[in-house]
């Protein structure tokens, strides 16, 4: 078991989340398409072996964001793995080292959801860098093994040191364009990988699943940190989004979550029913999923993630509107109606919101988003937790009490 750090400021303690079925949601950082999922007629893989002298080219994409386009470049990891040659020449020169570079894909994507949900158990995070502006945490790759395990997901310790490795390693580039900028470039808002800072404690006495308990350190994202620091984060389903066996479907979950902002409100109220509309083309190039080669067969892709959101009692209902030329469907705009329970959710996660916000109004006396971590003493994260708690407590009292119409 790795040993659990001291908060040492207030936004790492309101990150906290005893409820193991939620998570959070970072939204920009979270709908942007940084994975590179492989087709199955055989497009772009994830893993992809270097020529001699060349390297693998950038993927460049363009997303949408709150009505905002954004520029994303994904560079590829450089990763070494040992082989043994033929027999004959293995005799002579033993097993070679060959290297080769891979884009964070499909497991990738699971095992930061992994990481993610065990940030938000208690004492997890603490601050570091020179600035003490970093967030960080500790951890054993056995309590990843085991998290994937719960949840339905499984991996070899090998994997999971492989998947973080290409997290640490693989760099993202999220810009804006300004007014007049050229097509692909713009201010970056975002130039890190996922864990700028990666250290496992490696002992050359074990290896496979005998590492299981090497102690893992690692830093979050700087945006992901400012995200934290802010009280931008949003509580998400964690077991829908590892119930959903689609990456495009979990693309679409987050960005469901992300459209029913109801965040600042004092108390939940009455969100009403209304419909997100999102065509086929939009979920492709958003969620960054790859295209088949035949047009039909992406839109029965795109099609049976959005109807898993249904089967999974997310969606009441999925209508679909079809763009036709003579009988053949050109195009597929789906209107999506969510759920009871995923209004819920909502609220849910709208009452951690509030409660956060109230938190840290008791201790700076300020409601403005801070601009700084904001330092506690053991003590007041004990009141903290204390507070918020009950507070979760009244308002789930509070909702049910609606829902039952008393």
Not at 193 to 217: C, K, M, N, Y
Not at 249 to 276: C, F, H, I, Q
Not at 325 to 333: D, K, N, V, Y
Not at 361 to 388: N, W
Request: charged content about 30%; glycine content about 6%; overall charge positive.
């Amino acid at each position: 078991m790795s040993k659990v750090a001291t908060p040492n400021a207030l936004q790492l303690v309101l990150f906290e989340l005893e409820d193991r079925s939620q998570s959070h949601l970072i939204a920009l950082y979270d709908l942007a398409p940084r994975y590179v999922f492989a087709s199955r007629d055989g497009g772009r893989s994830a893993e992809t072996a270097p020529a001699k002298g060349n390297f693998v080219a950038s993927i460049k994409r363009e997303f949408t964001y709150r009505d905002s386009t954004f520029n994303l470049t994904i560079q590829p990891a450089r990763l070494t793995r040992v082989v043994n040659r033929d027999e004959s020449a293995a005799q002579a020169d033993g097993p070679t080292e060959i290297e080769y570079e891979v884009f964070p894909a499909e497991r990738e994507q699971v095992v930061e959801h992994v990481v993610r949900r065990l940030a938000m158990d208690r004492s997890r995070l603490s601050l570091g860098g020179e600035n003490r502006d970093k967030v960080q945490m500790r951890f054993t790759l056995y309590e990843i093994q085991r998290e994937l395990r719960a949840v339905g997901h499984t991996l070899s310790i090998r994997d999971i040191r492989e998947s973080l490795t290409i997290l640490a390693r693989s760099r993202i580039i999220i810009a804006k364009p300004g007014d007049g900028a050229k097509k692909g470039r713009g201010a970056n808002l975002l130039e890190s990988t996922a864990f700028p800072v990666l250290a496992i404690r490696s002992r050359p006495d074990l290896v496979g699943d005998e590492g299981s308990d090497e102690e893992t350190h690692l830093q979050f994202n700087p945006l992901v940190s400012s995200a934290i620091r802010n009280l931008e984060f949003k509580p998400v389903s964690y077991q829908w989004l590892m119930r959903l066996k689609s990456p495009v479907s979990r693309w679409l979950y987050n960005r469901l979550s992300a459209e029913y902002d109801y965040s600042g409100a004092d108390a939940p109220g009455d969100l009403g029913v209304k419909a997100m509309t999102l065509s086929a083309d939009e979920i492709i190039k958003n969620s960054g999923m790859n295209v088949w080669s035949r047009r039909r067969d992406t839109l029965r892709a795109v099609t049976s993630a959005v109807e898993a959101l249904v089967e999974e009692g997310i969606l009441t209902s999925a209508e679909k509107l079809y763009d036709k030329i003579g009988a053949r469907i050109e195009g597929i705009t789906y209107v999506m109606l969510p759920s009871a329970k995923f209004l819920a959710q909502v609220r849910k996660a709208q009452a951690v919101e509030s409660a956060n916000v109230a938190a840290m109004r008791a201790i700076t006396g300020d409601d403005r988003r801070p601009s700084d971590f904001v330092p506690v003493t053991p003590a007041t994260t004990v009141e903290t937790r204390a507070r918020r708690a009950k507070r979760l407590t009244e308002t789930a009292a509070s909702l049910l009490r609606v829902a039952g119409g008393d």
